[in-house]
C-alpha cells in the first residue's frame, strides 16, 4: 500500500486498519514511502502490526506522502508496475484522492494484480464516497481559526477575509463557512470572481451592521476563487467600500493535527473493508461509505463526475447573506 498526494488526518488510523486486517487473515503487507515515488524506487518496508500501534490518533501518514509528477508518464507506470511485479505483489491499495487515483489506473495498465483505492483527503471531492478520510478534521481545524478570527474581528469590528483549502471545491469552505456562521461564502461552484466585477461580494457587505463600524464580518473563501487569491480580493474589498478588510489563509494548518473521531472511525472501517473485498477479488475499484454502509464505486478520476457540495445549504447562505 501506499498514501499519495495531500495527506489527510485519518491516513494513519488507515494504514493501520489494513495492517491489523491483513494480519488476521494471514496476508503479509508492505507499505511503499512517499507515495508512488517509493513505488517506483522500490522504496518500502515490510508492514507488522507492531508497527501500526499508537499510530491512530496521529495526524500525517507513517509512509509520507508526496505529489508524483513520474506518474503523469507512461514510463512511470510501468516502471511502478515492475516494482509490483518483481515483488510478486498480488494487490496494490492507493490512499489518496483523485489524482492518487489517476496514477492507480495508469499502473492497472501494466500490471495484472488487483487494484483498489481509499478516499484520502481533506478536500471531500471523491465520488462514491459520503465523506472522504481527513474531511471531518480539516472542516473542525478551519472552524476552531475562524472562530479565533472572529474574536478578534469582533474586538475591532472588522471585516475578515479567511480563505480555506479544497483544491477546486468548495467542501471545505461552506461546511466550515456554515458552521462558523460566517457572513458570506465563496466557493468555486458560485464561479470565479472576476475583478472589477464584485458587486454580489460587495452589495451584502454595504448591507450589513459592520459598515457602520458595528459588528464584524467573515467571508470565507475556497482558494482558486479570486485571481491572485484572498489577499487580492481583500485589498479590492476594501478599495471599493472604503474600509479595511483583512484576509488571512489558513493553508496548510487544514492538513494536519490529530484525526478526529468521526475519521478515525472511516479510516478504520474502510481499511478493513478494503482488504476483505480484495480477498474476495474486487479490482479497480474503491472503497467508500454511502449512509453508513461501506461499499465498492468503480476507481475513477472524477473529472465530470465530480461529487457536488450541498445545494440546500449553499442556497440558504446565498439567500442570508443577502438579506
Ligand atoms: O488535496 C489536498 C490539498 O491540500 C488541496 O486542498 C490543496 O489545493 C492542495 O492539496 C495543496 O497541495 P500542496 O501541499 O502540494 O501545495
Redesign the pocket.
Known sequence: MLTS??DAPGMNACIRSIVLTAAAHQIEVVGFSHGFNGLIEGDYKKLLPYHVQHIIHLGGTLLKSA?CPAMHTEEGAKAAAITLRQMQLDALLVIG?DGSFKGALAIAQHYKGQILGLPG???NDVDGTDATIGYATAIDTALDAIDKIRDTADAFERIFLVEL???HSGFIALSAGIASGAEQIICPELGVLKPGELDAVIRPIQNAQVVKGKSSYIIVMA?HCYPGGSTALAADITKAIGIECRACVLG?IQ?GGSPVGADRILATKLGAYAVEQLLGGAHLMMAGEVNHQACLYPLQASGEHKKRIDPYLLRWQQQVAND
Open positions: 498526494g495531500g505529489r484522492g483527503t481533506i478536500d483549502m479544497g483544491r482558494e496548510h492538513r
